[in-house]
């Protein structure tokens, strides 16, 4: 079956603008996740999707950084006012249950901001 | 919160050789342990994990790691290096025991394997 996708795979932006980063998950996971890999930071998580409870959003940098997850399964993750330390892959994960289930990983959105 | 560490952020071997990428963890109770693969411009596998079951996990591609509780380790192991293993390799812990379980990634190990 489909696995997670992500769009798009590169984005180049400048400093200052605002971008938008899609994730859809596989079919029927209720658990959705989004992390950063950055040459600085490794890979770190960021927000966390459960159903319909409220979001985990502990691992958001700054408040430029946003997430929604519309209709229980795509999610878009939004940076306002780009700066240059926001360049890494963003990557999204999905997984059947909360619990620590197999998490399943999209490709990665490569984001350069100049 | 739970947390690991990985030993070697470089492995070199040849192929046909053993393989050991170290990990170990810091956890106040028996926690869940993954180990994901990263291949060159690809995204994340999960190679194994572990989840209280049995000790010894066997995953994909002939790999293997044994959790070892009074050793706080979960090394990964594989008997024969192949080319094709060539990669980035994270050690993973969710970073709670209930609850949401937003993983925590170890700092990974590159291992490159000798023609």
């Known amino acids: 079956g489909a696995g997670v996708s992500q769009s798009p795979s590169n984005k180049v932006t400048e400093k200052g603008k605002d971008v938008e980063l899609r994730c859809d998950p596989i079919s029927g996971h209720t658990a959705l996740y989004w992390y950063r890999q950055s040459l600085g930071q490794g890979l770190e998580f960021l927000i966390y999707?459960?159903?319909?409870?409220?979001?985990?959003k502990s691992g958001l940098p700054s408040d430029r950084f946003s997430a929604e997850r519309t209709g229980g399964s795509v999610s878009t993750l939004t940076i306002q006012r780009t700066q240059q330390e926001d360049s890494a892959v963003y990557l999204c994960a999905s997984s059947s249950s909360p619990a620590p289930y197999t998490q399943y990983f999209g490709p990665g959105t490569r984001l350069t901001v100049l | 919160a739970q947390s690991v560490t990985q030993l070697d952020s470089h492995v070199s071997v040849s192929e046909g050789t053993p393989v050991l990428l170290r990990c170990n963890y810091s956890?106040?109770?028996?926690?869940?342990l993954f180990w994901y693969v990263q291949h060159p411009n690809k995204g994340l596998q999960l190679l194994l994990k572990?989840?209280?079951?049995?000790?010894l996990v066997k995953g994909i591609n002939g790999f293997e790691a044994e959790f070892k509780k009074s050793e706080t380790s979960f090394h990964l192991t594989k008997p024969s290096a192949h080319m094709s293993d060539a990669a980035e390799y994270f050690c993973?812990?969710?970073?709670?025991?209930?609850?949401?379980?937003?993983?925590?990634f170890g700092t990974g190990t590159r291992l490159t394997v000798i023609p």
């Open positions: 572990y989840t209280s079951a049995a000790t």
């Open positions: 956890s106040s109770y028996s926690p869940s």
């Open positions: 993973v812990v969710p970073r709670a025991q209930t609850g949401a379980n937003n993983l925590f």
């Open positions: 999707f459960q159903g319909n409870s409220a979001p985990d």
